[in-house]
């Protein structure tokens, strides 16, 4: 069975800076995409960035130049390195990983349980 657990969240002042991780355990037989995404009180679920198997990201907007996501492959974490955080970066961030699980050919989508980070201004 596969598990995802997130990791890195807290309280900061803004203009701080936060890293968040995420490992994946279980039976695994390759990762595909990662991604953060956070979720505001009464707001929907929003996607932050992606990584790619290969390293390819992809940045919401508001977070670009700010946020890094990478990834360990040999670990099968992902990261994300939060500079410059606004009272507006202040969250719930999910984890969440496109995995295939050994003997299967598609892949599965697993959600990691959420960390909260609060910027205060």
């Known amino acids: 069975q596969v598990q995802l657990v997130e990791s890195g969240g807290g309280w900061v002042q803004a203009g701080g800076s936060l890293r968040l991780s995420c490992a994946a355990s279980?039976?695994?037989?390759?990762?595909?995409?990662m991604r953060w995404h956070r979720q505001a009180p009464g707001k929907q679920r929003e996607l932050v960035a992606v990584i790619t198997s290969g390293g390819t990201t992809t940045y919401v907007d508001s977070v670009k130049g700010r946020f890094t996501i990478s990834r360990d492959n040999a670990k099968n974490t992902v990261y994300l390195q939060m500079n410059s955080l606004k009272p507006e970066d202040t969250a719930v961030y999910y984890c969440?990983?496109?995995?295939?699980?050994?003997?299967?050919?598609?892949?599965?989508?697993?959600w990691g349980q959420g960390t909260q980070v609060t910027v205060s201004s």
């Open positions: 279980g039976r695994i037989a390759s990762v595909n995409s």
């Open positions: 969440s990983a496109d995995i295939r699980r050994p003997g299967e050919l598609s892949c599965t989508t697993y």
